[in-house]
């Protein structure tokens, strides 16, 4: 990693988003996007229940069954109405913990897809950005 205390490229005006620590192949400034330029949402449903596997988001495993996590099913017994979630999906819950002031933001890692309350936000990053960087920028404070 190089020390980029002053931005020494000429084709980039220095204007203060470059990071005093970052790799060398790196000499653009750092750009602030809505995550609406970079992301889908996700309103695809479970129609005729194709997944039978009833997804919840823990603060602290990401995106789990809820079988497993609470030893029982919470969700309803026709999940047709639910969201359908693929692997690497994020779904946002809104609902609060000390970790998570805002929410937690999870991606769908563990299994190949499952269905999810509708009380969720789910989406999808575009190809235009890396989704392990998504993952990494959700978990970070």
């Known amino acids: 990693m190089a020390d980029n205390k002053q931005n020494t490229n000429p084709n980039v005006p220095n204007s203060g988003n470059i990071p005093k620590l970052r790799f060398p192949e790196f000499s653009k400034d750092w750009v602030q996007v809505p995550l609406s330029e970079i992301s889908e949402r996700v309103t695809r449903k479970n129609k005729n229940n194709i997944s039978k596997l009833p997804l919840t988001i823990s603060a602290q495993y990401g995106l789990v069954d809820q079988i ?42 563990r299994y190949d897809e499952g269905a999810l309350s509708t009380l969720y936000i789910c989406f999808n990053i575009k190809k235009c950005t890396d989704s392990d960087f998504a993952v990494q920028y959700f978990e970070s404070p």
């Open 68 to 109: 497993s996590f609470f030893n029982k099913v919470v969700a309803s017994a026709d999940m047709s109405n639910y969201y359908l979630l693929k692997k690497g999906e994020f779904a946002y819950n809104k609902s609060y913990s000390s970790d998570y002031p805002w929410g937690a933001i999870k991606r769908l890692d």
